[in-house]
């Protein structure tokens, strides 16, 4: 008889677990500067269905398509994210009423966080939805002189994330104008998210334990002739969930023009939480004319990814730059993705004052080869993408510094035309990018996404070019003579030839 119920009971074993899954599953993490944020993940089992909400520092989301199998459960949580459905994958597995929990998001990035097991209470009922805020339509903001050509300068998130900090921001100016990015153009010290902390009584934003003096930094990185850059979200919070601007734009414009800031990155993150995303470019507006009223010059840059044409309306809410994808990351995957596939059609958006930025540049960060990073370095500036090194400048090899300041591409960048590129031919892997540059010439990228080295042909007349022209390559720095009609190049696998096309008729 005992060994049957001992039996019966191994049998049982998951069932064991699965009414232990009901309750309330708490995860704490700790923030950078010491904070902690909490998510709640609350359960209810019934024999292997599963439901119940997850609620994170934003807003109460429920969960659906719930199971349990033995020690494990999936479920799934649906997003409305800008207009579309975005499924968020969830599994996990119990072990010591701990749950490990990874979240699968539909571009396959991942990530995982473990839940304690801290009641079995069943949970309350789902808090109702927020109402959201609708603003009405956008008023015009004046553009504010800034970015004739596209920002240069650094940013601190690709290779630091949280862990940038004052001492930081302050050797990577050092070094910026030590080695030569300072003189290369690279102007703009940008801190990312993370060095925010909570308000004063009187609504004031501070900064954290990483950042004691933010004028200070500002004083300092202004002495290098150099400019400084923050970053804050019209949301409550910020993606790395950090206070954000949300009701305190004009405070906090005004905060930054007192500390001498020169730069801001304003992210949508938790936006969604307070705002009908339809009133997102009323949102941008709102801080765009913040930052107009505070008197100082202050570039805006908007990260809202690209979603809801935002490249339509950026430079009317004050933008000098908007984010045109989700993050780009350190492999030749995501850049190339990011730089051949969804920057087309978007040339007519940029012009003097107001750019496409496909994100920040990756070079140097370890993820590519040199290869791989030239034709990053090319492709941006193609696209008269703002140049914002990712890398630790403290530390740069000759050959990743040799990219990033290489006077000729940057030339291209720079070009005071201000015309992106457009793909004018491709075969398979093999694409031809080019734009017109200021004086008559072009600027023409020839590129070979394949995995074997292959020959590329620019043809004059997909570029509008007619007759001969001379020919100057920008990576090798030499002349390549008169060519008529077309100039081909055997280009490596996943590299680039860059030229620049003197037609004689410019002359
Ligand atoms: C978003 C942005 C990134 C970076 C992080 C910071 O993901 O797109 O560029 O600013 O937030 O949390």
């Known amino acids: 008889m005992r060994f049957l119920l001992a039996a019966l009971a191994i049998l049982l074993v998951p069932n ?58 999936s479920f799934v949580i649906v997003r409305d994210e800008f207009g579309n459905e ?47 805020i609708t603003l009405p339509p956008a008023a015009t903001v004046p553009y504010n002189g800034l970015a004739k050509t596209p920002p240069m300068g650094w940013n601190s998130w690709n290779k630091f994330a949280n862990r940038v900090s004052d001492a930081i921001v ?25 060095w925010e902390a909570g308000r004063d009584a009187q609504g004031n ?42 009701q305190h734009e004009e405070q906090d414009a005004k905060t930054y023009a007192a500390w001498g800031i020169d730069y801001l990155k304003y992210d949508w993150c938790s936006a969604s939480t307070v705002y009908d995303y339809h009133s997102m470019p009323a949102v941008y507006a709102k801080m765009g004319q913040a930052l107009l009223s505070s008197g100082r010059p202050i570039v805006y ?6 979603v809801l044409n935002g490249p339509r309306w950026g430079a009317s809410v004050g933008g000098n730059l908007w984010r045109t994808t989700g993050d780009i990351s350190d492999n030749w995957r995501s850049m190339s993705h990011i730089g051949f596939d969804l920057q087309l059609d978007l040339a007519q958006y940029a012009g003097p004052g107001h750019w496409n930025d496909p994100d920040m540049l990756e070079i140097g960060n370890g993820g590519m080869t040199d290869t791989e990073y030239r034709t990053h370095m090319s492709l941006w500036s193609l696209l008269a993408a703002p140049l914002l090194a990712g890398n630790d400048l403290r530390d740069v090899s000759p050959a990743i510094l040799e990219i990033l300041t290489n006077k000729e ?61 001379r020919v100057r390559d920008l990576w090798a720095h030499a002349d390549r003579g008169q060519a008529t009609g077309k100039f081909s190049s055997e280009v490596p696998s996943h590299g680039v030839v860059m030229i620049r096309v003197e037609p004689e008729s410019a002359h």
């Open 16 to 73: 064991i677990y699965a009414a232990d899954f009901t309750g309330h599953w708490l995860s704490v993490r700790k923030t950078a500067d010491g904070q902690t944020q909490e998510t709640s993940l609350w359960l209810k089992a019934d024999g292997d269905l599963l439901t119940g909400y997850l609620t994170g520092r934003d807003e109460s989301e429920p969960i659906s398509e719930g199971k349990i199998t033995g020690n494990e459960i």
């Open 86 to 132: 975005r499924r968020i994958l969830y599994h996990g597995a119990v072990t010591d009423s701990t749950l490990h929990l990874q979240q699968t998001h539909p571009d396959g990035w991942q990530s995982e966080n473990t839940y304690k097991h801290i009641s079995s209470e069943t949970p309350p009922p789902l808090p109702p939805a927020r109402a959201k």
């Open 170 to 194: 302050r050797q990577i100016a050092d070094a910026m104008v030590r080695n030569g990015m300072k003189d290369a153009g690279y102007i703009y010290v940008n801190i990312d998210d993370t």
């Open 205 to 246: 934003i501070q900064t954290n334990s990483k950042f004691p003096d933010m004028k200070a930094l500002a004083d300092y990185v202004h002495s290098k002739g150099m400019k400084l850059g923050i970053y804050s979200s019209p949301g409550p919070k910020t993606c790395a969930g950090y206070e954000g601007s949300f």
């Open 301 to 306: 840059s908007l990260c809202q990814y690209g």
């Open 409 to 469: 591409v940057i030339a291209v960048d720079q070009d005071p035309l201000g015309k992106q590129a457009k793909r004018v031919a491709k075969d398979g892997d093999l694409e031809v990018w080019a734009r017109p540059l200021a004086g008559g010439a072009y600027a023409v990228g020839l590129f070979n996404r394949g995995a074997s080295s292959a020959k590329v042909t620019a043809r004059w007349s997909d570029i509008g070019i007619s007759g001969n022209a």
